[in-house]
């Protein structure tokens, strides 16, 4: 409402405000008949009207910045739904480029680390927000699922030595696995009910992981987990058994920037396809039912949708998600501790969805990003960093509750008959 | 109670094959006995219609058809067997659908989205060849789309078919519910209360809509509404109900006429 326009007339208001002010003062004050030895002589006193008509030009400009705006009366409009932009591709294509170069610019090496959690938080908001953003179902234990996919990735590493590509997608289904799991007790429940059980469903995981010390390792978790490999070479710095490392490949000597460039590079790979998928399936006719849920059970069942199975396939593909975030993140670290799977975990991949947008894609990206690099660059205020978050949440809860980019809906060209 | 004429009517309906009847219908809650004792056929391409005061129990009739409750007694025979407590969403599969007396769209998808949607049951829901965008895939999105176009033309909707339809006006809120029910190709189509809201000129568009849906898709309608003038106008034949038991059946002559229901609507005459 207030750009250029807004200014423009309030400029307007202040100048006429002053018009007037200067024909009332200039005749009344400024105007003076004085009886004079020779008669009368009309005196211009031009000192008070000229303060009077400053002070009201600079009042009435001042004036809506500190006395709240009274619009005109806004006639809710209809919500025209933009069309798709025309350059959405070379957006993404720049977008892409940036992201790819990034790691080689100065800023972006030294920020490494945190990129590469920010991948790994948009993973894991992009899985979750398919549960809460499209299908209305309010999930406080997706960390369970984060663990999971940890967990499955370590232990197969460990037991079997199976590699990061081979576990990954194993962990993706172990994860979405036990979204099924959860997802069928859970059927009949919603809102509160849904969030409590699932609340719950994230502390068993975590304590069963934290007890069951024969085959976690109890609170001290399993290390020594392999690097994920690029192409089929090893990123670190000696290659394990015969195998080349890239750097070898590549010529350089190892410096431990390249290992996290790498893993970077493979978060990246994991957040596009993330986004890729999640995109189309949020266009088919199983996402066109997420959404449908979100908006009226009752409805659904009226038409035939059964909402069991719409709530298992949020579930299992937003679990399944989650399990490919841990997978890196255990790889990424090389270790993993029950600890790193708490209750806050949860919250913030939460706080994340609802930041960005609940069903926003994008937004969920904004918002991961925003979360993770922010305390970075906060460093500062490192004390006060719940605190600010806490803050952040409720102001943009009352002022913003759709989120920071929300979802625009899709417009649909229908056939000429 | 039977009288010469209605046995008449009785007899010619008897000739069309029953698309749903209901057999002692009880539906209680706790000690509440909200519906009781209910019997009626609906014949097929028969537009019929449930009428009665505020709280006779006509919308719990319509839950325990539509599967949303099951009855503490009684059956509901459809197509051959009695679906009385099978889930909704099963029946509305076997062609049994329903509106609701408070529209229920789903209010932040695009109107084309809420005819897409319905069509759930009968699409390539397959994740793989989605997401692998299938040429079968395309064909099944594609045929969804002029369906919904088609619809949408029906009931005059096509010019705000990309908007939200939260913001459509009531009467297209309206229209929009029944093309989303048509969509799913029902054999059976219960309108709870399709009038309410709907200023005279959209209440008689709706009787050529529902005359309409009758003659060129040849579905059964079932009907509550309490807009006198849009049901004698409609309906073939009319149970009436007040206090959850029912109190006359017959065509619109017949019931506008019994002395029951003329106390029923406007009270025992003063002795």
């Known amino acids: 409402m207030r750009g250029e326009t807004g200014m423009h ?15 009332l003062t200039i005749p009344l004050i400024g105007l003076r008949l004085n009886v004079e030895s ?45 069309k798709i932009a025309e350059y959405r591709k070379v957006w993404l294509g720049a977008l892409l480029v940036f992201a790819v170069t990034l790691p080689f610019t100065p800023p972006g090496g030294s920020m490494l680390t945190g990129l590469t959690m920010a991948m790994i938080y948009m993973l894991l908001a992009l899985g979750l927000n398919i549960v ?46 036990f979204g099924i799991v959860l997802g069928f007790p859970v059927l009949r429940l919603r809102g509160d009910y849904l969030a409590i059980v699932t609340l719950g469903f994230g502390e068993i995981v975590r304590l069963l992981l934290n007890n069951w010390d024969s085959l976690t390792g109890g609170p001290d978790g399993i290390t020594n987990i392999s690097k994920p490999t690029l192409f089929g070479w090893e990123i670190t710095r000696r290659a394990r058994g015969e195998g080349e490392t890239l750097w070898q490949f590549l010529g350089v000597d190892f410096v431990n920037t390249y290992q996290l460039i790498a893993l970077y590079f493979i978060g990246l790979l994991l957040v596009v396809v993330a986004v890729i998928v ?60 029950p600890d790193s799977f708490a209750f806050i975990e949860s919250a913030i991949i939460l706080s994340i969805v609802v930041l960005g947008g609940m069903g926003s894609q994008r937004g969920v990206l904004l918002a991961a990003l925003t979360l993770t690099l ?29 989120g920071l980019w929300p979802a625009s809906r899709r417009r649909v060209e229908l056939p000429t008959s | 109670m039977i009288t010469a004429d209605e046995t008449i009517l009785t007899s010619a309906r008897e000739n069309r094959p029953t698309m749903l009847s209901v057999h002692n219908l009880q539906m209680r809650f706790g000690g509440l006995s909200a519906v009781d004792g209910i ?44 679906i009385a407590g099978q889930p909704s969403h099963k029946l509305a599969r076997k062609g049994i659908v329903r509106t609701f007396q408070n529209v229920r769209l789903f209010r932040n998808m695009t109107v084309v989205e809420n005819l897409l949607v319905a069509q759930h049951a009968q699409l390539n829901t397959n994740l793989l060849s989605g997401l692998f965008n299938t ?11 002029s369906r919904a176009t088609f619809w949408l033309n029906k009931v005059r909707l096509r010019d705000v078919a990309n908007r939200e339809a939260g913001n459509l006006s009531y009467g297209q809120q309206r229209r929009l519910e029944i093309a989303r029910c048509m969509i799913t190709h029902p054999k059976l189509l219960l309108l709870d209360e399709p009038a309410a809201g709907l200023n005279p000129q959209e209440t008689v568009a709706l009787d050529v809509l529902i005359r309409d849906l009758r003659e060129t898709c040849g579905v059964t309608i079932l009907l509550i509404e309490h807009d006198m003038r849009l049901v004698m106008e409609i309906s073939d034949c009319i149970l009436v109900m007040e206090y959850g038991q029912p109190i006359a059946e017959g065509t619109p002559e017949e019931v506008k006429n019994n002395p029951r229901v003329i106390q029923a609507y406007l009270g025992a005459a003063d002795e």
């Open chain 1, 38 to 82: 020779t008669g009368l002589v009309l005196r211009t006193e031009m000192f008070w009207p000229l303060t009077a008509i400053l002070v009201v030009f600079f009042g009435r400009l001042i004036l809506p910045f500190i006395r709240r705006p009274t619009l005109p009366v806004k006639i809710p409009t209809e919500k025209i739904i933009p």
């Open chain 1, 9 to 23: 007339v309030v400029v307007k208001d202040a100048v006429i405000a002053a018009l007037v002010t200067a024909l």
């Open chain 1, 132 to 177: 809460v953003g499209y299908a209305g179902l309010l999930d406080l234990g997706h960390a369970a699922f984060y663990a999971i996919g940890a967990y499955t990735y370590a232990l197969l590493n460990q037991y079997y030595g199976l590699s990061f590509w081979q576990a990954l997608p194993l962990a993706g289904i172990a994860a979405g696995f």
């Open chain 1, 374 to 402: 922010l305390p970075e660059f906060a460093r500062d205020f490192a004390e006060y960093r719940m605190l600010i978050f806490g803050l952040v949440m409720v102001l943009m809860m009352i002022w913003r509750p759709q």
């Open chain 1, 278 to 337: 999640i995109d189309r399936l949020s266009k088919m006719p199983v996402g066109r039912a997420w959404e449908a849920l979100r908006e009226d059970e009752i409805a659904c069942r009226s038409l035939g949708l059964s909402p069991t199975m719409i709530k298992l396939t949020a579930f299992s593909l937003g679990s399944m998600f989650a399990g490919f975030a841990g997978a890196f993140y255990a790889a990424y670290l090389g270790s993993v501790t």
């Open chain 2, 39 to 82: 019997n009626f056929h609906v014949k097929e391409k028969e537009i019929f219609a449930i009428i009665g005061p505020n709280g006779a129990g006509k919308t719990t009739v319509f839950n325990c058809i539509s599967g949303f409750y099951k009855p503490s007694k009684g059956e509901i025979v459809y197509g051959g067997n009695d």
């Open chain 2, 135 to 145: 040429s079968r895939y395309r064909v099944s999105e594609q045929a969804a789309l």
